[in-house]
T-cell receptor, first 114, second 115 residues
Framework: DAKTTQPPSMDCAEGRAANLPCNHSTISGNEYVYWYRQIHSQGPQYIIHGLKNNETNEMASLIITEDRKSSTLILPHATLRDTAVYYCIVRPSAGGTSYGKLTFGQGTILTVHP | GAVVSQHPSWVICKSGTSVKIECRSLDFQATTMFWYRQFPKQSLMLMATSNEGSKATYEQGVEKDKFLINHASLTLSTLTVTSAHPEDSSFYIC???????????FGPGTRLTVL
């Protein structure tokens, strides 16, 4: 299964864009990149996922490089409530024994300050 | 949409007793549900995969006789921690994969404290 590498922590000023990087250099062609976040003492919250193309929803944008070896999650206007641990996960593709399983790393602790 | 609930949100029990945790998908059907455990300052660890109408698949090192999983319907999975001990104290989180998609949605978690 492809592993991901994220910085352990990042800071962001309220109202500014938060750009969270993730490296996944061993990703396979049919593996998706998923992003979740976990606010303290809560279950993870789904944010966004993508395969090749950039994706945008009401929460965030996901930019995937052309070679798919890295991606960036963008929170366009960070608020204090966006302070959380952000997990970048490569989801194994269908057909394998690990299909559907999400392996959580340590993630990035994003702190949004006033 | 895609709301998952867990009950109870927290529980305190005596050592040696059993505790049942429920995971429900409220507005979608979930053929597959997953159970995770999270210790303080650590990341989530997958314990088992639960498929509706069949036996659960446990990750290496997770005792299937201690952590009983039942997935009797497309909206409900239960985890029973049998003969709980203080080392079982943890944050237990379930997720449900919406049937027909590959995205997992997580419950709010259950804090188990075994005295």
């Amino acid at each position: 299964d492809a592993k991901t590498t994220q910085p352990p922590s990042m800071d962001c000023a309220e109202g500014r864009a938060a750009n969270l990087p993730c490296n996944h250099s061993t990703i396979s062609g049919n593996e998706y990149v998923y992003w979740y976040r976990q606010i303290h003492s809560q279950g993870p919250q789904y944010i966004i996922h993508g395969l090749k193309n950039n994706e945008t929803n009401e929460m965030a944008s996901l930019i995937i490089t052309e070679d798919r070896k890295s991606s960036t999650l963008i929170l366009p206007h960070a608020t204090l409530r966006d302070t959380a641990v952000y997990y970048c996960i490569v989801r194994p593709s269908a057909g394998g024994t690990s299909y559907g399983k999400l392996t959580f790393g340590q993630g990035t602790i994003l702190t949004v300050h006033p | 949409g895609a709301v998952v609930s867990q009950h109870p949100s927290w529980v305190i029990c005596k050592s040696g007793t059993s505790v049942k945790i429920e995971c429900r998908s409220l507005d979608f059907q979930a053929t597959t549900m997953f159970w995770y455990r999270q210790f303080p300052k650590q990341s989530l660890m997958l314990m088992a995969t639960s498929n509706e109408g069949s036996k659960a698949t446990y990750e290496q090192g997770v005792e299937k006789d201690k952590f009983l999983i039942n997935h009797a319907s497309l909206t409900l999975s239960t985890l029973t921690v049998t003969s709980a001990h203080p080392e079982d104290s943890s944050f237990y989180i379930c997720s449900a994969r919406r049937t027909g998609t590959d995205t997992q949605y997580f419950g709010p978690g259950t804090r188990l404290t075994v005295l």
